[in-house]
T-cell receptor, first 116, second 115 residues
Framework: DTGVSQNPRHKITKRGQNVTFRCDPI?????LYWYRQTLGQGPEFLTY????????KSRLLSDRFSAERPKGSFSTLEIQRTEQGDSAMYLC??????????????FGQGTRLTVV | AQKITQTQPGMFVQEKEAVTLDCTYD???????LFWYKQPSSGEMIFLIY??????QNATEGRYSLNFQKARKSANLVISASQLGDSAMYFC????????????FGKGTTLSVSS
């Protein structure tokens, strides 16, 4: 296992189109996170899964965004009707968690979305 | 309210010198963890070091050490003997027990190491 893998690395889409990103976490990690990072800013939390259950969603996650982790392994993040403001780096991270605390989260290399 | 504050947008240091990157945090949760991540231009976030709120000793990992001052709510990262490969963006992050399991990040500090 070489770490957290994200596909695609880059995506350019026209405004109004739907896009889907995939994240494959480290295999034994039960927790998976999605973050969004805009230029010059730190990552902002979007949502979090423990196994297949989506346990937290940020206010940033509008109804155009949906995330799934159907079998508790890989996850997808879909953005419908993309807007130019959605242009950002989308980062996925995974960790091994017990109770309320985690080991460190390991991040993928991200998917850079450009909406034109 | 800003939970993690990194006041240095950019820092410049010469090779082999030590550098301190500042981080202050705000929480009323007695149980929390503090992390530092490095983000090179390639984009991936690389975990560097972790400090738990109940840890008595400052964390160290190779050339990285965390200067944890709980009363001041600061968790500064010290990089000893800087190398050219240390040039990157550095983020301080916090996880709070009561607030769930999501990491909250600061805005980052860009470190530039010159020869």
């Amino acid at each position: 296992d070489t770490g957290v893998s994200q596909n695609p690395r880059h995506k350019i889409t026209k405004r109004g189109q739907n896009v889907t990103f995939r994240c494959d976490p480290i295999s034994e990690h039960n927790r998976l996170y999605w973050y969004r990072q805009t230029l010059g800013q730190g990552p902002e939390f979007l949502t979090y899964f423990q196994n297949e259950a989506q346990l937290e969603k940020s206010r940033l996650l509008s109804d155009r965004f949906s995330a799934e982790r159907p079998k508790g392994s890989f996850s997808t993040l879909e953005i419908q009707r993309t807007e130019q403001g959605d242009s950002a780096m989308y980062l996925c991270a995974s960790s091994l968690g017990q109770g309320m605390m985690n080991t460190e989260a390991f991040f993928g290399q991200g998917t850079r979305l450009t909406v034109v | 309210a800003q939970k993690i504050t990194q006041t240095q947008p950019g820092m410049f240091v010469q090779e082999k010198e030590a550098v301190t990157l500042d981080c202050t945090y705000d929480t009323s949760d007695p149980s929390y963890g503090l992390f530092w991540y490095k983000q090179p231009s390639s984009g991936e976030m690389i975990f560097l070091i972790y400090q738990g709120s109940y840890d008595q000793q400052n964390a160290t990992e190779g050339r990285y050490s965390l200067n944890f001052q709980k009363a001041r709510k600061s968790a500064n990262l010290v990089i000893s003997a800087s190398q050219l490969g240390d040039s990157a963006m550095y983020f301080c992050a916090m996880i709070q027990r009561q607030a769930g399991t999501a990491l909250i990040f600061g805005k980052g500090t860009t470190l530039s190491v010159s020869s």
